[in-house]
C-alpha cells in the first residue's frame, strides 16, 4: 500500500499565482499549475515547479480554456512537466467557496492527473498585502479538498498571511470535499526564502508585471510564459 501524497510548492510558482490574485483583486483568476509526480510508493510527492495565470475576463469560457491548455501542454510537456492542478480566486471577497468553474476545470485535470491539487485563494486576505493590513505570522492553513469517501485529511503550509489559500484535491468520490487544518507537513513551499522574496515583489509592485491568457489572447506579443517577471 503506498504512502499518503505530499504536495511541494515551488519559489517561482508560488509568486506566480499570488501576484496574479493581486493584479486583478476585484475580478475572479485563475491558472493552472504545472510539475512532476516523483517518489517511490512509500513516499509519493507531487512537485509543483510552475504556474501560468489564466485569466480574469473570461473565467467560463470553453474555447480560450482549450486554447490555453493546448499551448501549455505542448510547451510544458516537451520539458517532462504535466497540468498538476489549478488554482482560482473568486471574485467576491467574502466568497470562500469552490465554485463551479474551479470544479469543473479540477475535474477535468484530475482526469489526466488523479492526484491534482486544486488552490482557492482567499481576495480579502489577499488584498491586504499590498497596504500592509495584515501582518499575521508568516503561516497559511491550506485546506484540501478529498474526493475520496473516507475521512478527511488537512495540511497546512507556510504561506505569507493566515487563511489566504485554499488548497483541494480529489480522488475517488463523486463530491470536492473540503479538510482543516491539523498542522501537519503534507505540504510545503521548496525555499524557505519564498516569503522574504514575495515580499520584495509586493513592496515593489511587481504584480503589474503578470501576464494572463486573457492579456496575450488581447495582444499576442504580450508572453503569456511571464520570461522576465523573475529577472
Known sequence: ????????????????FVLHALKHKTSAVNGVLLGRLSGADTNPVVEITDSVPLFHSQIGLLPPLEIALIQIEEYY?????????YYHANERFDDFELGNVAKNVGDHIYR?????????????????????KDRSPVIQVILIWDRTPKT??????PFLHAKATKLYTREMSKSWKVVGSD????????????????????????????????DHLDDISKDWLNPELFK
Open 1 to 16: 500500500m503506498g504512502g499518503e501524497f505530499r504536495y511541494q510548492i515551488g519559489q517561482n510558482a508560488y509568486i506566480k
Open 77 to 85: 510537456g516537451a520539458q517532462g512537466l504535466n497540468i498538476v492542478g
Open 112 to 132: 489526466y492527473f488523479p492526484q491534482a491539487a486544486v488552490l482557492l485563494l482567499d481576495n480579502k486576505k489577499l488584498g491586504a498585502l499590498p497596504n500592509g
Open 152 to 157: 478527511m485529511f488537512s495540511y497546512t503550509l
Open 183 to 214: 498542522g501537519s507537513s503534507q505540504l510545503t513551499i521548496k525555499e524557505p526564502s519564498a516569503n522574504i522574496v514575495l515580499l520584495d515583489y509586493i513592496s515593489s509592485e511587481k504584480w503589474q508585471d503578470i501576464i494572463d491568457f486573457d
